[in-house]
């Protein structure tokens, strides 16, 4: 099992460095995390998009944080910002991917694309078998490391300065 996420604003916090969780209000994502998940999968929906997803990342979920962070959000899921598993996909945002991954979620969540992914429409449980598909789907799309997509890299150090990135 693995997180379906919802988020307009991932990207930027990326690149401004904020990295390292994921922060909500609802309790549904602590209820997520109690399942064990290995990957929280980023989505977004496209400017001017409405009913279209477009996948942004995969993150490898640990159980503790990787980075020294700060939020405000009462409930948090981890992820190591470090590790090879952890990435941005590059070329996700053409119309024919974006209609690949709109169509594999549509009609398993139909009030999710409904709401406009608003609140805890936003987060939902990704079984084996949705996981596998999107897996297989994304086997050959171009990504990078997570990391490269933060503008100042050096502002990004792990918690244990002794440890060795992944």
Do not use: C
């Not at 496209?46 to 490898?60: C, D």
């Amino acid at each position: 099992m693995d997180i379906f996420y919802h988020s307009q604003s991932f990207e930027q916090n990326v690149k401004n460095g904020s990295v390292g969780l994921i922060g909500s209000s609802s309790r549904k994502i602590v209820e997520l995390s109690e399942r064990l998940p290995k990957h929280i999968w980023v989505f977004k929906t496209p400017k001017g998009m409405k009913g279209t997803i477009q996948l942004v990342a995969s993150l490898l979920i640990s159980e503790a944080p990787s980075v020294a962070v700060q939020t405000d959000q009462p409930h948090v899921i981890y992820y190591d910002v470090f590790s090879a598993e952890s990435v941005i996909y590059t070329d996700a945002g053409t119309p024919d991917r974006m209609q690949e991954v709109s169509r594999l979620f549509q009609y398993r969540w139909r009030t999710a694309f409904s709401a406009s992914f608003r609140g805890d429409a936003g987060l939902h449980a990704m079984e084996a078998d949705v996981v596998r598909g999107l897996q297989a789907m994304v086997a050959d799309w171009e990504k990078v490391q997570m990391l490269e997509r933060v503008k100042d890299r050096d502002n990004v150090r792990p918690i244990n300065p002794f440890a060795q990135p992944r």
